[in-house]
């Protein structure tokens, strides 16, 4: 089982729409949550952390955090053309201390 | 602009040459790692600096050398590389290892091509 597994999509989703990533972790005890955005032939770009169960909210971003079940998700509001990109689900894990990133999913917000 | 340089942004080397990689960091952060992306892969963790001391060396091969002088700076030297290691290096910092310090930032990476 891989540590942080992302569907690699591609996820189409039309303009305006709400777009759902996922991500799930195997490491029980990890313990900080991030996605990140990649545009193709980028670096990475922060987008949010989590660190609690529950949702965080910023701007037309959320993540949402189930320790229980093991998975990190990213909902995108109002889906723009501009959205389209890899999106990387990283987990710091609690065995290791390192950050694992998933091989990502990629969206694409089609007008 | 994440406040995390690097150079070159694009490299081609023959696999006898030496070379380096720069990353600076304008952020104040004590940690600084250095990633590899190949294509399809997800991103691997290679070396880390703490405090500009070496914590995290992933089992990579001898013919990259990192070296951290101060917390702001960081290298990856090069030499007698295979056509395989071509790839997108990324640098990273944090302000530190562990606790709510830990997001990393990254620079704009590099592309290595190996011939």
């Known amino acids: 089982q891989k540590e942080v597994e992302q569907n690699s999509g591609p996820l189409s989703v039309p303009e305006g729409a709400i777009a759902s990533l996922n991500c799930t972790y195997s490491?029980?005890?990890?313990?900080?949550f991030f996605w990140y955005r990649q545009y193709s032939g980028k670096s990475p770009e922060l987008i949010m952390f989590?660190?609690?169960?529950g949702d965080k909210e910023d701007g037309r971003f959320t993540a949402q955090l189930n320790k229980a079940s093991q998975y990190v998700s990213l909902l995108i509001r109002d889906s723009q053309p501009s959205d389209s990109a890899t999106y990387l689900c990283?987990?710091?894990?609690?065995?290791?201390?390192?950050?694992?990133f998933g091989t990502g999913t990629r969206l694409q917000v089609f007008p | 602009e994440t406040g995390v340089t690097q150079t070159p942004r694009h490299l081609v080397m023959g696999m006898t040459n030496k070379k380096s990689l720069k990353c600076e960091q304008h952020l104040g952060h004590n940690a600084m790692y250095w990633y590899k992306q190949s294509a399809k892969k997800p991103l691997e963790l290679m070396f880390v600096?703490?405090?500009?001391?070496?914590?995290e060396n992933n089992s990579v091969p001898s013919r990259f050398s990192p070296e951290c002088p101060n917390s702001s700076h960081l290298f990856l030297h090069l030499h007698t590389l295979q056509p395989e290691d071509s790839a997108l290096y990324l640098c990273?910092?944090?302000?530190?290892?562990?606790?709510?310090?830990?997001?990393?930032?990254f620079g704009p990476g590099t592309r290595l091509t190996v011939l």
């Open positions: 989590i660190y609690s169960n």
């Open positions: 600096y703490s405090l500009e001391e070496r914590v």
């Open positions: 990273a910092s944090s302000q530190d290892r562990d606790g709510t310090r830990d997001t990393q930032y």
């Open positions: 490491d029980r005890g990890s313990q900080s």
């Open positions: 990283a987990v710091r894990t609690y065995n290791t201390d390192k950050l694992i």
